[in-house]
T-cell receptor, first 114, second 110 residues
Framework: NAGVMQNPRHLVRRRGQEARLRCSPM?????VYWYRQLPEEGLKFMVY????????ESGMPKERFSAEFPKEGPSILRIQQVVRGDSAAYFC????????????FGDGTRLSIL | QKEVEQNSGPLSVPEGAIASLNCTYS??????FFWYRQYSGKSPELIMF????GDKEDGRFTAQLNKASQYVSLLIRDSQPSDSATYLC??????????FGTGTSLTVIP
């Protein structure tokens, strides 16, 4: 399957723990986007990355959240000291190049905070 | 004004009818426009995309752009119950910046 791969599909954490969400883009895609979606709400842009570079993190909370896309391996969205309000679906999308190319989404990670 | 706006609905149409979904965007210089379908609990799935140079038809789906009024529409002909989903409009406004609308919920009534 050459689609966008996200894991885990479901992640349960207790308040104060760390959550790590992984995303492997489609083959040939070098641009990765992370979105958050609360139940019954729209997609909220968080961050846009290319290999080893954060291009736009304007949608990312200033504290506790970080993202990376290393030269080798998947993109990681990291949430430290999780709180109940972090419970959401986190989607990763990838595209092959700049702007005019459509984004393709992974199946998402459903994060639940106990 | 939000960058991309959609009527949240719900929009209900009878089976076999034409469903018309619209979204407006704020940046007149936007060049590419995307429609995604999202079933409940699932990820967004790309249906169609168009560029500023014209409309596009693909099977039962037609995407139309009105640049003067800054809106893009998606028409679904011969609507089926399986088309019931939330439809997300996305616009590429600046290089590498996508803005998504909040989506329109569509219900096709058998």
């Amino acid at each position: 399957n050459a689609g966008v791969m996200q894991n885990p599909r479901h992640l349960v954490r207790r308040r104060g723990q760390e959550a790590r969400l992984r995303c492997s883009p489609m083959k040939g895609h070098s641009h990765v986007y992370w979105y958050r979606q609360l139940p019954e709400e729209g997609l909220k842009f968080m961050v846009y990355l290319q290999k080893e570079n954060i291009i736009d993190e304007s949608g990312m909370p200033k504290e506790r959240f970080s993202a990376e896309f290393p030269k080798e391996g998947p993109s990681i969205l990291r949430i430290q000291q999780v709180v109940r309000g972090d419970s959401a679906a986190y989607f990763c999308a990838s595209s092959p190049g700049q702007g005019v190319q459509p984004q393709h989404f992974g199946d998402g990670t459903r994060l639940s905070i106990l | 004004q939000k960058e991309v706006e959609q009527n949240s609905g719900p929009l209900s149409v009878p089976e076999g009818a034409i469903a018309s979904l619209n979204c407006t965007y704020s940046d007149r210089g936007s060049q590419s426009f995307f429609w995604y379908r999202q079933y409940s609990g699932k990820s967004p799935e790309l249906i169609m995309f168009i560029y500023s140079n014209g409309d596009k038809e693909d099977g039962r789906f037609t995407a139309q752009l009105n640049k003067a009024s800054q809106y893009v529409s998606l028409l679904i002909r011969d609507s089926q119950p399986s088309d019931s989903a939330t439809y997300l409009c996305a616009v590429n406004m600046k290089i590498d910046q996508f803005y998504f609308g909040t989506g329109t919920s569509l219900t096709v009534i058998p």
